[in-house]
């Protein structure tokens, strides 16, 4: 997944403002300041849309319009996050074979879209 995420074109691998240093942030490299404060995890900082947790957890937070959000709940895929401050922040499980990995990834670029225009991407997973 790792290697997946960060072989995205325009993102930047670093250091979680807001995570335990295991896991590795997801920057926009062409966009430090978020559009508006729910499209990053990081409110203030340095956009941070995507944060993927250490090797022994292999689950991601991201940032997702609400309903898009609320559907991945509804289909099992995510669970909000439990310090949302606005209804963005959900908790994606990792993924257990090559078609959930196609899944999750396609979610990460789904947030990213999310990100950088603040609107709601057209893919579905």
């Known amino acids: 997944m790792v290697a997946r995420v960060f072989g995205l074109e325009g993102v930047v691998e670093g250091h979680s403002q807001v995570s335990p ?15 508006a404060p729910e499209t990053s995890l990081a409110p203030g900082q340095r956009l941070e849309p995507v944060h993927l947790h250490g090797v022994e957890d292999t689950s991601l937070h991201l940032v997702l319009p609400p309903g898009r959000g609320a559907e991945l709940v509804r289909l099992g895929w995510a669970e909000p996050h439990q310090f949302a401050d606005f209804g ?3 908790m994606v499980y990792g993924p257990r074979d090559h078609e959930e990995l196609d899944v ?6 789904e947030s990213l879209a999310f990100a950088r225009s603040g609107e709601v991407p057209t893919s579905r997973a």
């Open 21 to 35: 240093a295991s896991s590795r942030a997801v920057f926009v490299e062409d966009v430090r300041e978020e559009v």
């Open 88 to 90: 963005t922040e959900y």
């Open 104 to 109: 999750v990834v396609g979610l990460v670029e």
